[in-house]
């Protein structure tokens, strides 16, 4: 988040030269008296007075030879009074760019605290732009919408290209605060290994620990609850050259598609290039990539020929499945899942063996 985040803010400021004229009135000292015991042009002074000019530490000394005041109190109050002015000309132009704000869910954004109430339109684009670490719209255009991103599921499931940015954003700041190793390609390999065998421990202590694997791989694993028209269940992205990052929303609810996806956006950063965003959603993309990123993750949870075996047998009772996985060493609701998605059997059938998932503020 950005730095003084917290801080008091006032949403006023002290001009410099109000407070000068103040203190010269009460010593009764004229502007050009006060100038020639500055030994500065009568014209400077009566700029910085009128806030024309900028009291720099030169001048500031001087002032507090000539009043007594620390240089270090006019120096403060000159760029305060800066500050301030930057600020109000910023949200003033913020005001013009309120259709940008309004496009973001902003209550869900206040409700996890990731920025504070607006007061106006000028505000909300201050606070958003704070939040995506840019300081223009332009600079949040250049970061988001110039993106290649890959798409997985049906464009009836479109999501919404602001909000999926903002989600994307809580992903990077979670992952930014991960500490991870360089990035090593077999070490990943060797964690995803792992991973696929803690799909069969409760999903909360699998993801912590394929966190720590993943980390020891050098990248980051964060799963983020989506926001409202975020139809996403999970992105792929280098947020360095050096840090890859998969990020899960748990958008289905299921372990099954949570798993999925996991392993398919991992073969996004084994497999293709860090320039791209990857991002499991409708439209965009190439479909070679999707399509080779799915198949990777399928076969990496269950090897082809194993599969083969198990489907031609044709039993698909849940002692059969329940068999099928421990032999796998993987959770059974994968299994169940990939039978609905091959159409083996249908999609209402077997749900009980899937591991039902929820947040914790649900």
């Given at each position: 988040m950005a730095a003084g985040k917290n801080q008091y803010q006032p949403d006023y400021a002290v001009s410099p030269g109000w407070v000068l004229e103040e203190r010269l009135d009460a010593q009764g000292i004229t502007h050009a008296e006060f100038a020639r015991r500055c030994d500065r042009s009568p014209k400077l002074i009566s700029e910085i007075i009128a806030g024309k000019a900028p009291i720099v530490p030169q001048t500031?000394?001087?002032f507090e030879l000539v009043l007594g005041v620390d240089a270090s109190i006019w120096l403060g109050i000159e760029a305060d009074y800066r500050l301030y002015r930057i600020?109000?000309?910023?949200?003033?132009?913020?005001?013009?760019?309120?259709?940008?704000?309004?496009?973001?869910?902003?209550?869900?954004?206040?409700?996890?605290?990731?920025?504070?109430?607006?007061?106006?339109?000028?505000?909300?684009?201050?606070?958003?732009?704070?939040?995506?670490?840019?300081?223009?719209?332009?600079?949040?255009?250049?970061?988001?919408?110039?993106?290649?991103?890959?798409?997985?599921?049906?464009?009836?499931?479109?999501?919404?290209g602001a909000a999926l940015t903002a989600w994307l954003r809580l992903n990077e700041i979670d992952a930014l605060d991960q500490r991870c190793a360089n990035y090593n390609v077999s070490r990943f390999k060797k964690a995803l290994a792992q991973v696929r065998q803690l799909t069969r421990?409760?999903?909360?202590?699998?993801?912590?620990?394929?966190?720590?694997?993943?980390?020891?791989?050098?990248?980051?694993?964060?799963?983020?609850?989506?926001?409202?028209?975020?139809?996403?269940?999970?992105?792929?992205?280098w947020v360095s050259p050096g840090r890859p990052v998969v990020a899960?929303?748990?958008?289905?609810?299921?372990?099954?598609?949570?798993?999925?996806?996991?392993?398919?956006?991992?073969?996004?950063?084994?497999l293709h290039g860090k320039k791209h965003v990857y991002v499991d959603r409708a439209n965009g993309g190439s479909d070679a990539i999707e399509t080779e990123a799915n198949q990777w993750a399928v076969d990496f949870?269950?090897?082809?020929?194993?599969?083969?075996?198990?489907?031609?047998?044709?039993?698909f009772r849940s002692t059969d499945v329940r068999r099928f996985a421990d032999e796998h060493k993987i959770a059974p609701g994968i299994v169940v899942g990939r039978l609905q998605h091959t159409k083996q059997i249908a999609w209402s059938h077997l749900n009980r063996l899937k591991t039902r998932l929820r947040w914790s503020d649900e």
């Open positions: 500031a000394f001087q600020r109000a000309a910023a949200e003033k132009k913020a005001e013009a760019a309120g259709l940008w704000s309004q496009s973001f869910p902003v209550k869900d954004l206040i409700k996890r605290g990731v920025i504070q109430k607006p007061v106006s339109e000028g505000k909300a684009v201050s606070e958003l732009l704070a939040f995506f670490g840019v300081a223009s719209i332009k600079a949040w255009k250049m970061k988001y919408e110039n993106v290649n991103i890959a798409f997985r599921h049906s464009p009836a499931f479109e999501s919404d421990i409760p999903i909360h202590e699998a993801l912590k620990n394929a966190r720590v694997l993943f980390n020891e791989a050098g990248v980051a694993l964060s799963w983020v609850k989506p926001l409202p028209k975020t139809r996403v269940s999970g992105a792929a992205w899960l929303s748990a958008r289905h609810k299921t372990d099954d598609h949570l798993w999925f996806s996991l392993f398919h956006e991992a073969a996004h950063i084994i949870l269950i090897p082809n020929t194993a599969w083969d075996n198990f489907v031609a047998k044709g039993s």
